[in-house]
């Protein structure tokens, strides 16, 4: 690897080297607030260094790597994101984790944020299944790491379950692709079909669809989101959020860089198959939602709905379809980060406030957090001026653009069935019955302050972005 390659991924080595740092410091002394501090300095330099070493023009490392300013945007959402969840993380270990071993949880954070960071960059089916597997590893344990609490074990069993099955499927469809073409990188794939027969044109297609298959449990597309629900549930609500927003965010982007390097828009029976999963996933993850009382769980059947809005992007073709994905993505991140965040902040020390009555009279207890948690929820239903609309008028675009009739007309009615029970929630907030409200957590002034800043400056994005989306805009056009 030459000098120029370590520079252009120095994002992703100053990750991996404040892994070991972070090794080091746990086993010298240990101490929560200090991993902590340690694990935001090393997220922060190497999110500082995206903006100066962001290339011009891609860079290419071997077949496994492309770095180009796509690669670079989503590891600066990627980082962001987990700045977000480590400040969580940090309110909600202390907390509900007291007086256990605390420092390991950020080492595991690193290392699922390195898995991310190396697949949006990965062009080469190893890259992406090494990184992919950083990724979920980590997410094992970070998922059950709260080991007193049943439902931590169960869900943390339930997501290694489901990571098998989608690195099987991964894995097969790889193998058949691999022995009809030849190849295991991306661009390759682009000029090897059109030679073969139809016989091994069938089984390449066929590989493809496996990895289909494979991707569709990582996204918790319908039909393969079962247990999603009870991942969502049973994980720490900041866990909840890195794996909405960094884990989901980028398979989104390994997705598009599938598409447009291997060209996958030729194929049609393959666009059809993304096109059932996108119907299936704006309508059944809407209706489940709509028969949920808990609010993780209608945030996780709410993000299966949502990942069925941005595959109607993804199908809208590489024009429209990756500039239109790309935002909405930002816009979902920022937002779900924020309800997850409230989650998190209202929570009492002993259990999270998950019910919907947990929420009864929130507006006359906690009125900052009740109006953040509502623009948050305004923001997924897609309500003008807020993030939400502009990222789903952009899908609506693409999919109207590229005459995706039937997909444009299920986004409609998906959203329409998802603002029932958004403002569902927001009816309990506003109702004057406030004894049921949790504050053992938020009564102390550590974490008001940081989680409150956290929180304004997400709430102030989802507004800035519905107002004045321009600037977002123009950076995701940029993006090539």
Known sequence: ???????????????????????????????????????????????ITVFFTSPE?????????????????????????????????????????????????????????????????????????????ILSVSLYALIAYYRERTKAIEAGLKYLMLAAMS??????????VYAISGTMAFHSLASISPALSATSNLMLIAGIALMIVGIGFKLAAVPFHMWTPDVYEG???????????????????????????????????????????????MLIGNLLALMQNNVKRILAYSSIAHFGYLLVALIAGKE?????????????VITILAAFG??????????????????????WKR?????????????????????????????????VGTAKW???????????????????????????????VPTARFSKASSLLAGSLALIILTVLMIWIGVYPRWLVDIVNSLG
Do not use: C
Not at 236 to 265: C, E, M, N, Q
Not at 342 to 363: C, H, K, N, V
């Open 57 to 133: 023009t891609p860079h290419v490392i071997g077949e496994l790597f492309l770095i180009d300013r796509f690669g670079y945007y989503y590891l600066a959402l990627i980082l962001l994101a987990t700045l977000v969840v480590a400040i969580f993380s940090y309110l909600s270990l202390r907390d509900f984790f007291p007086e256990k071993r605390m420092e390991e949880y950020y080492l595991l954070l690193m290392l699922a944020t390195l898995g991310s960071a190396m697949m949006v960059f990965s062009t080469h089916f190893i890259s992406f299944f090494v990184s992919l597997e």
């Open 235 to 281: 994980a720490s609500s900041p866990i909840s959020a890195f794996i909405a927003t960094v884990s989901k965010g980028s398979i989104v982007a390994l997705l598009l860089r599938f598409f447009i390097l291997a060209d996958l828009y030729r194929f049609e029976k393959i666009l059809w198959a993304f096109t059932v999963i996108s119907i299936l996933s």
């Open 342 to 363: 409230i989650i998190s902040l209202l929570s009492q020390s002993q259990e999270e406030a998950t019910d919907i009555e947990d929420y009864r009279g929130l507006f």
């Open 406 to 436: 039937l997909l444009a007309f299920t986004l409609v009615i998906g959203s329409v069935i998802g603002l029932y029970y958004y403002l569902q929630i927001i009816v309990v907030m506003m109702k004057q019955e406030i004894n049921t």
């Open 367 to 399: 009125p900052f957090l009740a109006a953040a948690f509502t623009v948050s929820l305004l923001s997924l239903a897609g309500i003008p001026i807020t993030a939400g609309f502009i990222g789903k008028f952009f899908v609506l675009t693409a999919g």
């Open 167 to 176: 690195s099987s499927f991964l894995l097969l469809g790889m193998a058949l």
């Open 1 to 47: 690897m030459s000098a120029q390659d370590i520079m252009s991924l120095l994002p992703v080595v100053i990750l991996a080297g404040g892994i070991l740092f972070i090794l080091l410091l746990v086993a010298v002394k240990r101490d929560h607030l200090t991993t902590f501090a340690a694990t935001l300095l090393i997220l922060t330099a190497s999110l």
């Open 320 to 332: 429209m379809g990756p500039p239109a994905a790309t935002f909405y993505l930002t816009v979902y």
